[in-house]
């Protein structure tokens, strides 16, 4: 069974840069597709970045975020990763990690049902 814990949250002033992780345990991460969403009190969970399976050829990020996050993945450790810089007030939420055993990616990878295991979440914070 997949097991996923992320860290790396905090709080950080606009203009940061925050690195989250999420390590997985129970099995390979090289076979599930990846994803991160984040939580912001009173509204709905939404995509954030999503990394195909294997190698990770694939990336893609919400509109919101692209060209200040960059999501990785390291098989050899069973860690998936998201570098955020240049975060902004907006960017505060529980950010979570998310997989799903499969090929490439899911049909519609910034949808959260289309993932079957979850870590707890991780705070970020951005404010002054």
């Known amino acids: 069974q997949l097991q996923l814990v992320e860290s790396g949250g905090g709080l950080v002033q606009p203009g940061g840069s925050l690195r989250l992780s999420c390590a997985a345990s129970?099995?390979?991460?090289?076979?599930?597709?990846l994803g991160w969403f984040r939580q912001a009190p009173g509204k709905e969970r939404e995509g954030v970045s999503y990394?195909?399976?294997?190698?990770?050829?694939?990336?893609n990020y919400a509109d919101s975020v692209k060209g200040r996050f960059t999501i990785s993945r390291d098989n050899a450790k069973n860690t998936l990763y998201l570098q955020m810089n240049s975060l902004k007030p907006e960017d505060t939420a529980v950010y979570y990690c998310?997989?799903?055993?499969?090929?490439?990616?899911?049909?519609?990878?910034?949808?959260?049902?289309?993932?079957?295991?979850w870590g707890q979440g991780t705070q970020v914070t951005v404010s002054s």
């Open positions: 990394i195909s399976s294997s190698g990770g050829s694939t990336t």
């Open positions: 129970g099995t390979t991460l090289s076979y599930y597709a």
């Open positions: 998310a997989a799903v055993w499969r090929v490439g990616v899911p049909k519609r990878p910034f949808n959260y049902y289309s993932y079957d295991y």
